[in-house]
DNA sequence: ATCCGGACTG
DNA sequence: CAGTCCGGAT
């Protein structure tokens, strides 16, 4: 069922090969943006960064910690973000050198994820997304979007992180073009459909959800 | 005035 | 589990 509902996704939306960047630093630098904020925000400060070719490891350790929140100020929550993005910075560069390094490196992805989850300002969902769409390792990101489709199906009724997290990988093919696209199309669905307040009259899969109205 | 984003910390 | 972080949308 999880990976019909793939299938389904898929077909509906088409593939939508996440995650836009131009290099695995960037990933990195979206994924602390984009916590509790929506890309179109994210998209501002990673342009503000761009435009001053800041947007490298050596250098946002090298700015100040003002002129960083000034720049992501459009992302919101910058004091918070500022300080997330120089520990996030500082692990890479202390680490490996730097994310393509860390890229490279050939440690088991358990201890990479268990590494990031040790550093101050990444949980669950931000390790992963950078273990996927950072560093090309399957491991499948659970949302709140993923969680609010999941139980609203009626597939699954549970907000355990990791549980849901081994099921998907259980019950889809250990292909990271199908986890990097299965998170997008959720995502997808969830923030025009199956939203907080849903729009199930346009939902293409009402007829096989529980949540329907 | 309150809600809500591609959550994290204690 | 609640408290917290910002700005735009409702």
Same mark, same amino acid.
């Given at each position: 069922m999880?990976?019909?509902?793939?299938?389904?996704?898929?077909?509906?939306?088409?593939?939508?090969?996440?995650?836009?960047a131009?290099?695995?630093?960037?990933?990195?630098?979206?994924?602390?943006?984009?916590?509790?904020?929506?890309?179109?925000?994210?998209?501002?400060?990673?342009?503000?960064?761009?435009?001053?070719?800041?947007?490298?490891e050596?250098?946002?350790?090298?700015?100040?910690?003002?002129?960083?929140?000034?720049?992501?100020?459009?992302?919101? $929550?910058?004091?918070?973000?500022?300080?997330?993005?120089?520990?996030i910075?500082?692990?890479?560069?202390?680490?490996?050198?730097?994310?393509?390094?860390m890229?490279?490196?050939?440690?088991?992805?358990?201890?990479?994820?268990e590494?990031?989850?040790?550093?101050?300002?990444?949980?669950?969902?931000?390790?992963?997304?950078?273990?996927?769409?950072?560093?090309?390792?399957?491991?499948?990101?659970?949302?709140?979007?993923?969680?609010?489709?999941?139980?609203?199906?009626?597939?699954?009724?549970?907000?355990?992180?990791?549980?849901?997290?081994?099921?998907?990988?259980?019950?889809?093919?250990?292909?990271? =073009?199908?986890? =990097?696209?299965?998170?997008?199309?959720?995502v997808?669905?969830?923030?025009?459909?199956?939203?907080?307040?849903?729009?199930?009259?346009?939902? $293409?899969?009402?007829?096989?959800c529980? $949540?329907?109205?």
């Amino acid at each position: 069922m999880i990976y019909k509902i793939y299938k389904l996704l898929l077909n509906h939306y088409g593939y939508q090969n996440w995650w836009p960047a131009e290099s695995r630093y960037e990933v990195v630098v979206g994924v602390i943006l984009t916590q509790n904020t929506s890309w179109k925000n994210v998209e501002k400060a990673i342009k503000n960064l761009k435009a001053k070719n800041l947007l490298d490891e050596e250098k946002i350790l090298n700015i100040s910690m003002n002129e960083l929140k000034e720049l992501i100020k459009p992302a919101g $929550f910058y004091n918070i973000k500022s300080e997330r993005l120089k520990e996030i910075t500082s692990f890479i560069v202390n680490n490996y050198g730097s994310t393509e390094n860390m890229y490279l490196s050939k440690e088991p992805m358990k201890v990479l994820r268990e590494k990031l989850l040790n550093v101050k300002g990444i949980g669950k969902e931000s390790a992963d997304s950078i273990l996927l769409y950072a560093l090309d390792r399957p491991s499948f990101v659970v949302d709140t979007y993923t969680k609010r489709l999941f139980n609203r199906l009626g597939i699954l009724n549970s907000e355990d992180y990791e549980y849901i997290k081994r099921i998907f990988e259980e019950n889809i093919p250990k292909d990271l =073009k199908v986890y =990097k696209e299965y998170h997008a199309l959720i995502v997808e669905h969830c923030k025009t459909v199956c939203k907080k307040k849903p729009k199930c009259n346009k939902c $293409f899969l009402k007829d096989i959800c529980l $949540f329907r109205f």
